[in-house]
Nanobody, 120 residues
Framework: VQLQASGGGLVQAGGSLRLSCATPRIDWRLNAGGWYRQTPGKQRELVASITAVGSANYRDSVKGRFTISRDTVKNTLYLQMNSLKPEDTAVYYC???????????????WGQGTQVTVSS
């Protein structure tokens, strides 16, 4: 399943955005979810993850500013991004699967990401 991220855009430093990822037919009791980002010339990196039981983890650079959540009724994965910094500029992707796969990012398929640009 290729998941499509949405909600990106251009925002000034200090601003906020909420990214969404529709996750139809995903059994959240069995799967974890992750948000990733990638800038040109760099590898995609895991930004935040949420386990099947709802435990969230973040990379150090976004702790306290980003919040990952999921709505199992709406079948949607979210990433609330506050206090955005220019270094958060990237294409953001979402994916869902076994927790180890979310941590490693070793998915076979990636959907289209959404561009987040933070101006200084």
């Amino acid at each position: 399943v290729q998941l499509q991220a949405s909600g990106g855009g251009l925002v000034q430093a200090g601003g906020s955005l909420r990214l969404s990822c529709a996750t139809p037919r995903i059994d959240w009791r069995l799967n974890a979810g992750g948000w990733y980002r990638q800038t040109p010339g760099k590898q995609r990196e895991l930004v935040a993850s949420i386990t099947a039981v709802g435990s969230a983890n973040y990379r150090d650079s976004v702790k306290g500013r980003f919040t990952i959540s999921r709505d199992t009724v709406k079948n949607t994965l979210y990433l609330q991004m506050n206090s955005l910094k220019p270094e958060d500029t990237a294409v953001y992707y979402c994916n869902v699967g076994p927790f180890r796969t979310v941590l490693s990012g070793s998915f076979s398929f990636w959907g289209q990401g959404t561009q987040v640009t933070v101006s200084s």
